[in-house]
């Protein structure tokens, strides 16, 4: 296990590095009981996903079900529910949340279930009503079809129209999908067809003269069949016909009744666009529910007399705000809106402002709204108000996600003073590195000229391609250390380019330490996995020169380090120069080999089985198999728990235990290096291995 005091201080580093959500499990993924309570400690969103996964995966779902739970994952925990058949469950947690993800997944499966019924109440909650209402036609759910079809596709509306028009029932529900899809002509026709006299109301209610005369005249004539005298009026005056329609006027004796009253004088006052006399009646009369209707395409003027009759009646304080909204004058609409709490003409009001209007006022509707819970329509407000720190405050705090065109509308104006915008920039930043938007935090730190900050909201996002990029134009030294310490936790070992940049960003960044750091593990590795001394040799040459020329604070660490790397390069130095010695003389060879074993600290420069290896294969190439017996029960004691395949080939061991006299059966194929129990199960025992 990882020492306690070690492991502590690695999961503080990674935590202070924000590097913890991949390193820490990596680090303690052999301790399964540790990492769980480490996850459990952290609280961390994200670190409760990844192991509410790795349970799921190990076919634990009540404890994967509680870890999503933690992570407010609803659409996993959804998941699991169905997947476990537990429909009940999952009906309970859908019901109660807004994750449209989550309703469809468990729409479908229940659909999978044919509990259509309760699969169409959760296909209309994540508002996929085509697969609602597809639903509902093919189990025959005539009442419910009509709830989703009205807010479904247009194409949708006509082929659920169709169907209740095939079923030969629900005429009403056929005519208003027709309707609402557009398909005008097709409603009135059916209208007509099956004397559905209160949807033919409805539609004829929102006609104009875009509608083709004929139709317009159909209507008309059926109204006077069924003695709407008024309406068919209406719609001939809409058709044009005005000739026909002064004749009903006159056959019917309605014109003179009509203009007796004062409401039909104010009735043909507004088919005269005479709206100041409309308005003037109005008023006189208390026409109030009248009033509206011509008030508002009456002069601004007007408005304004007649918002003030409202207001001074002490009613209908909605139309008095309204046609102060209209005339222009917008404060004091909001002035009685607030006044009055009337929320709905607020909303309206404030959906049309821009940034003529003072900022005082902008910032009052926006309290307003911040009170009531409109979180996104209060941001908005204070953006027109230019009171961006505001905003962005509410953005942080009520969890509004910060998308591109809302951080450039937060940005601040370029002539602003400087250090305003620097703080502005990076409060911004901040706020996008803690949802996430690693990419926009990026952009935004670099705008505030905080290149460091910048570099490390990209090292985040894990964009290699970008994190180089951003180093090579920054020229900074600190950033240049940055993406090498980033660069040499992928797999540089397989990827050049990467190598080339590691090397290049320390040089560039005079981080000599770390360099002589990489280079010494680069050394490792070509011994580690190609036993290649000779390369190994040049890369920690090269970490001597870096340390030489590095700056440490601590001399006596400094000189420490400088002459463990001496000693280690002479180690390297005297193998290499006994394998190159092989070539002309082979028993000097063998000799320096020797001598070589008997250092007291070989195995910090050269791995001691290597020069076993080396020394066997060449007794065993010249047939003194006694020799390389006793080098391999030599080896064998020097390193008990070692794999002999990684150093010698299974070749040459087999060669050696026949050449001994050994009986036992033949050694399997060569093992693979690391995988100590099944190359010893292969050795015989009394070979000494």
């Known amino acids: 296990g990882i020492n306690a005091e070690y492991g502590g201080a690695a999961i503080n580093g990674y935590e202070k590095s924000e590097t913890h959500r991949f390193e820490v499990p990596r680090m303690l993924f052999e301790n399964v009981q540790e990492l769980e309570a480490y996850v459990i400690k952290s609280k961390d969103k994200k670190l409760l996903g990844w192991w509410a996964h790795y349970l799921e995966s190990n076919g634990e779902m009540d404890s994967a079900l509680q870890f999503y739970q933690a992570a407010e994952d609803i659409?996993?925990?959804?998941?699991?529910?169905?997947?476990?058949?537990?429909?009940?469950?999952?009906?309970?947690?859908?019901?109660?949340?807004s994750d449209r993800a989550a309703c469809y997944h468990l729409a479908r499966q229940l659909e999978n279930q044919e509990r259509f019924t309760e699969a169409v109440q959760f296909y209309g909650k994540a508002q996929a009503y085509t697969n609602a209402?597809?639903?509902?036609?093919?189990?025959?759910?005539?009442?419910?079809?009509?709830?989703?079809?009205?807010?479904?596709?247009e194409d949708d509306m006509v082929i659920c129209a169709r169907y209740y028009e095939e079923t030969g029932a629900n005429w009403d529900k056929a005519i208003m999908l027709y309707h609402k899809s557009g398909q005008v002509g097709k409603a009135l026709e059916l209208a007509f067809e099956h004397q559905q006299f209160t949807a033919l109301q409805h539609i004829t209610s929102n006609l104009d003269d875009s509608v083709e005369p004929e139709t317009l005249h159909t209507c008309a004539q059926f109204f006077l069949e069924h003695q709407q005298y008024s309406k068919a009026v209406d719609l001939l005056l809409l058709a044009k016909k005005y000739l026909e329609a002064l004749d009903i006027c006159?056959?019917?004796?309605?014109?003179?009744?009509?203009?007796?009253?004062?409401?039909?004088?104010?009735?043909?006052?507004?088919?005269?666009?005479a709206y100041t006399n409309a308005t003037r009646i109005c008023r006189a009369n208390q026409l109030d529910s009248e009033l509206i209707s011509y008030a508002m395409y009456s002069t601004e003027d007007d408005m304004v007399i007649c918002a003030r009759y409202y207001e001074e009646t002490g009613a209908?304080?909605?139309?008095?705000?309204?046609?102060?909204?209209?005339?222009?004058?917008?404060g004091k609409a909001l002035e009685l809106a607030f006044e009055h709490q009337q929320f709905t003409a607020l909303q309206h009001i404030t959906s049309n402002l821009?940034?003529?209007?003072?900022?005082?006022?902008?910032?009052?509707?926006?309290?307003?709204?911040?009170?009531?819970?409109?979180?996104?329509?209060?941001?908005?407000?204070?953006?027109?108000?230019?009171?961006?720190?505001?905003?962005?405050?509410i953005c942080i705090d009520k969890h509004i996600s910060i998308t591109e065109d809302l951080a450039e509308q937060i940005s601040p104006e370029k002539d602003a003073e400087p250090e305003?915008?620097?703080?502005?920039?990076?409060?911004?930043?901040?706020?996008?590195?803690?949802?996430?938007?690693?990419h926009l935090a990026t952009k935004k730190f670099t705008q505030a000229g905080n290149r460091v900050k910048a570099m490390r909201a990209l090292l985040k996002s894990g964009d290699t391609e970008k994190i180089i990029?951003?180093?090579?134009?920054?020229?900074?030294?600190?950033?240049?250390v940055m993406a090498a310490n980033y660069l040499q936790r992928l797999d540089w070992r397989k990827d050049p380019e990467i190598m080339k940049n590691i090397i290049t960003f320390y040089t560039k960044g005079r981080a000599l330490e770390s360099l002589s750091g990489f280079y010494d593990a680069c050394a490792q590795v070509e011994i580690d996995e190609y036993q290649n001394y000779e390369k190994a040799l040049g890369a920690l040459s090269e970490a001597l020169k870096c340390m030489n020329k590095a700056k440490m604070q601590d001399v006596s660490t400094q000189e420490a380090k400088i002459n463990f790397l001496k000693r280690r390069i002479a180690l390297l130095k005297k193998f290499v120069q006994a394998r190159r010695t092989y070539e002309e003389d082979v028993e000097e060879a063998m000799k320096q080999c020797l001598l070589l074993l008997e250092e007291p600290d070989l195995d910090t420069g050269v791995r001691s089985g290597d020069i076993y290896g080396f020394m066997i294969e060449h007794y065993a190439s010249t047939a003194d198999f006694q020799?390389?017996?006793?080098?391999?029960?030599?080896?064998?004691?020097?390193?008990?728990?070692?794999?002999?395949?990684?150093?010698?080939n299974n070749t040459v061991l087999e060669q050696i235990k026949r050449s001994v006299g050994l009986d036992e059966p033949a050694l399997g194929p060569a093992a693979t290096p690391g995988i100590e129990e099944e190359i010893e199960e292969d050795i015989p025992e009394d070979f000494g291995f």
């Not at 305003?420 to 690693?438: D, K, P, S, T």
Request: aromatic share 14%; glycine share 4%.
């Open 75 to 97: 659409m996993s925990f959804e998941r699991i529910w169905c997947y476990c058949g537990r429909f009940d469950e999952a009906i309970s947690i859908a019901s109660n949340t």
């Open 133 to 153: 209402t597809r639903i509902c036609r093919a189990n025959q759910l005539d009442s419910e079809l009509i709830s989703y079809a009205m807010y479904s596709t």
């Open 250 to 273: 006159i056959d019917k004796q309605w014109y003179q009744r009509r203009v007796r009253g004062f409401t039909e004088a104010v009735q043909f006052y507004g088919k005269a666009q």
């Open 316 to 330: 209908n304080w909605d139309k008095a705000i309204m046609l102060y909204h209209k005339s222009g004058q917008v």
């Open 354 to 393: 821009d940034d003529s209007v003072e900022p005082e006022t902008l910032h009052t509707c926006a309290q307003f709204f911040l009170e009531h819970q409109q979180y996104s329509k209060a941001v908005d407000l204070l953006l027109l108000a230019k009171k961006y720190l505001e905003a962005l405050d």
């Open 420 to 438: 305003y915008r620097r703080v502005l920039f990076e409060r911004i930043g901040e706020c996008c590195m803690l949802q996430g938007a690693y």
């Open 469 to 480: 990029f951003f180093a090579g134009v920054s020229r900074q030294k600190e950033i240049y």
């Open 627 to 648: 020799k390389a017996y006793h080098l391999v029960t030599e080896l064998k004691q020097r390193l008990p728990n070692a794999s002999l395949a990684y150093y010698v």
